[in-house]
């Protein structure tokens, strides 16, 4: 797709109606909505299973079975609410809209993707989000089961597909080539994942989560695969995770990346920091003479970089030098 801005709004809390108007008219390329569950298709299938057994409606289903409230509100929409949401998006924008789908197991992603596609979803974005921690659980076996899943997928829809990944693999570079055997369109680098903390200010121990935006810190791990990848697959490359300025957008595109992805930004600050994001870049591209973003996209990626020993072990040896000099002044 041919896109107005590099400056894609991530998945998150902006595709309400009007969040998602202001966004687009701060310059947003693209809107992905926020993700479809997994959980929820059991769900779905778990009390139309129910009510036809026993002759019931889904609110007797959720009376005999005592859902919890809490629980039941987590995921915000059921799956045929996110479809309407995603058709009025829509009717209403007119910059590319992306249903995401969040889940590991193969089988359930298809409808989904099926009913986004029936909504009139431009694209889909299949977050495959999975911490394994089976001990019996080998490496291998998790990207099999991701490469089934996307594998289903792209049989069953026509729209543009992308992976997102998180960093957590033996070779990220290789996964990415085999999705990319697959026919997927794009690669998002990386997932967040949102780790368990520990409570201990009481006499109860309790586990619980924590909310943690990123920062620009976390934007040199995607740079390094990006720009490892430029050039070497058919698929787009995005970035996600770190990208919060103008200066961020720049460095991504030298890497290789055809677009980033805002979101932690965009919650501290709102929509209107999308346009402020893009005033930097343009200032950026006027002092450095610089006419387009094609012009200079993968500029510093592996391929093209002067000294590729930077993105090496060597360059890794030499920080710990430069760090240990600095401790002795």
């Not at 889940?103 to 009913?115: E, I, K, R, S």
């Not at 289903?152 to 992976?163: E, G, H, K």
């Not at 805002?262 to 343009?282: A, D, T």
């Amino acid at each position: 797709m041919k896109l107005s801005s590099p400056l894609v709004v991530g998945s998150g809390p902006f595709d309400t109606p009007e969040t998602a108007k202001e966004c687009q008219a701060a310059g947003a390329g693209m809107l992905v909505m926020h993700s479809l569950f997994e959980e929820q298709f059991a769900a779905e299938r778990a009390a139309e299973y129910w009510s036809m057994e026993h002759g019931a409606g889904p609110d007797e289903y959720e009376t005999m079975v005592q859902i919890d409230p809490a629980e039941d509100q987590a995921f915000g929409l059921t799956p045929n609410e996110y479809y309407e949401l995603l058709a009025l998006l829509k009717k209403i924008l007119t910059i590319p809209v992306v249903g995401s789908i969040n889940g590991t197991t193969p089988g359930n992603w298809v409808l989904y993707a099926q009913g986004m596609e029936e909504a009139g979803a431009d694209a889909i974005e299949l977050n495959l989000y999975d911490p394994v921690m089976d001990t019996e659980v080998s490496g291998a076996e998790i990207e099999a089961r991701m490469l089934e899943v996307v594998k289903l997928v792209r049989r069953a829809v026509q729209v543009p597909l992308a992976v997102k990944l998180s960093p957590f693999y033996s070779s990220v570079a290789h996964l990415a080539r085999q999705f990319d055997n697959l026919g997927i369109d794009g690669i998002v680098l990386f997932n967040r994942f949102y780790q368990p903390d520990f409570d201990i200010r009481g006499q109860d121990l309790k586990l619980g989560t924590s909310l943690n935006l990123s920062t620009s810190l976390e934007l040199p791990m995607r740079l390094r695969w990006v720009a490892a990848l430029y050039g070497r697959l058919r698929a787009g490359l995005a970035i996600t995770g770190g990208v919060h300025t103008g200066e961020d957008v720049i460095k991504s595109v030298l890497a290789g990346a055809d677009v980033v992805q805002v979101v932690s930004e965009l919650i501290v600050n709102g929509p209107k920091q999308i346009g402020l994001i893009r005033s930097r870049m343009e200032e950026w591209m006027t002092q450095h003479k610089v006419g387009s973003l094609e012009s200079i996209r993968g500029a510093m990626s592996l391929q093209k970089v002067l000294n590729p020993v930077h993105y090496d072990r060597v360059n890794y040896l030499g920080i710990l030098r430069e760090g240990a000099a600095a401790a002795h002044k």
